[in-house]
């Protein structure tokens, strides 16, 4: 008997969901184990802005149902001194511990007044920076946050986080309803960055991962098409992770959008087995975030580095924040203040400083090749 598309697609995304069945939701515990201070590698406190709605049970704060209108919040949370760069550390039980875990202290939610003038605080100590992180398809508020925070402590970023999170069903089997929420969302994002610039930002950058990529895209197009695609000139760096955006659609988007003043940098794998899923949905259409052709993309004036060599997680998704290397790079690359080079040699010059001294070397050697409107480079890493 022939198998159906929607039975294979299905049984595919049960087996991507393998390790997610059955995880809580609740960010937040009824209680916690004490922790001193020197088990604790750091705190921080991340600023929300979300299209989902407030959760019933108050320990998880936000759930995957649609808001009508976007929602600020935001959430204090520690690292555990045992963290290991890439990971994310995350309880299985009820009881919080600080000193193993990722645990939130607290969530505070907000009006949009007392949003901004809260925001606004926060970016005066920061010296002006700030960065938004678009999460992806199949993820729970609770794992937005995580993932936020592990980006922000593995790549030392020392601006203002703040965390655009939409409503993500939190579950395989609700593709095509992310898809729509995320469609959904697109205004909210635009008006979140721009309720970021307004908040005395000098510098918003921007990191978006899989489905993440299509409502940022969106936004960014929106802003363009009101003549303003920079903020206002507070537009940095633009990282789009594993883009889950059809190559076509990607490419009407971007000559809407024009050629960026900073190339937009696109992170891409062969080996994204999430984005094979993606693709089989989609009538086997390629993805940006496993396009074979990274020359075609530079075209669109966006560099994109290929790291199919790269090793990272089991689905080969997360490769941007989950290796060590990466997301350290992607640490230095957003210190940076000036815009990308001009030239070959300057390029060149700047990828070995990125990968010189860091420190960390992956599993295996691995060769990450950059596309840069420019030219290709080849950087190895590793051992």
Not at 29 to 46: G, V
Not at 356 to 372: D, F, M, N, Y
């Amino acid at each position: 008997m022939r198998v159906s598309v929607f039975v294979r697609v299905l049984l595919i995304a049960c087996a991507l969901s393998a390790c997610t069945g059955g995880r809580s939701r609740e960010l937040l515990t009824e209680s916690a184990k004490p922790a001193a201070a020197h088990q604790i590698a750091a705190k921080h406190q991340l600023f929300v802005a979300t299209t989902r709605a407030r959760s019933d049970d108050k320990l998880e704060v936000f759930g995957g149902v649609r808001a009508p209108q976007t929602d600020f919040a935001s959430v204090n949370i520690t690292v555990p001194n045992v963290h290991s760069v890439g990971q994310i550390e995350r309880r299985r039980g009820k009881v919080g511990d600080p000193a193993k875990y990722f645990t939130a202290t607290d969530v505070s939610v907000y009006s949009e007044a007392s949003f901004r003038q809260a925001l606004a605080a926060d970016i005066r100590k920061h010296n002006g920076r700030a960065i938004v992180f678009i999460h992806g398809y199949n993820t729970s508020f609770d794992a937005a946050i995580y993932r936020m925070t592990q980006i922000v402590h593995d790549a030392d970023y020392a601006g203002t986080p703040v965390l655009f999170s939409w409503a993500s069903g939190g579950k395989t089997v609700d593709y095509v309803y992310d898809n729509n929420s995320a469609t959904a969302a697109r205004d909210s994002l635009e008006g979140t960055l721009r309720l970021v610039a307004d908040s005395g930002a000098r510098r918003i950058d921007i990191i978006a991962h899989s489905m993440g990529n299509w409502v940022t895209m969106e936004a960014l197009r929106q802003l363009a098409i009101t003549g303003d695609p920079q903020l206002g000139g507070k537009l940095g760096d633009v990282v789009l992770a594993s883009p889950d955006i059809d190559v076509d659609v990607f490419k009407a988007q971007m000559a809407r959008y024009g050629k960026p003043k900073r190339p937009f940098l696109i992170m891409l794998s062969g080996d994204d087995r999430a984005l094979q899923f993606s693709r089989r949905i989609a009538g086997d259409r390629p993805r940006v975030g496993d396009y074979g052709d990274p020359a075609d993309l530079a075209k669109l004036g966006v560099a994109v580095v290929d790291l199919s060599q790269v090793t990272g997680d089991r689905l080969g998704h997360t490769k941007f924040a989950e290796n060590p290397v990466m997301i350290k790079l992607i640490g230095e690359g957003l210190k940076r203040e000036e815009e990308l080079p001009e030239n070959e040699r300057q390029v060149t010059d700047r990828v070995n400083q990125l990968t010189k001294g860091l420190g960390q070397t992956l599993t295996s050697a691995a060769e990450i090749v950059v596309t840069t409107p420019l030219t290709v480079l080849r950087v190895a890493v590793g051992q």
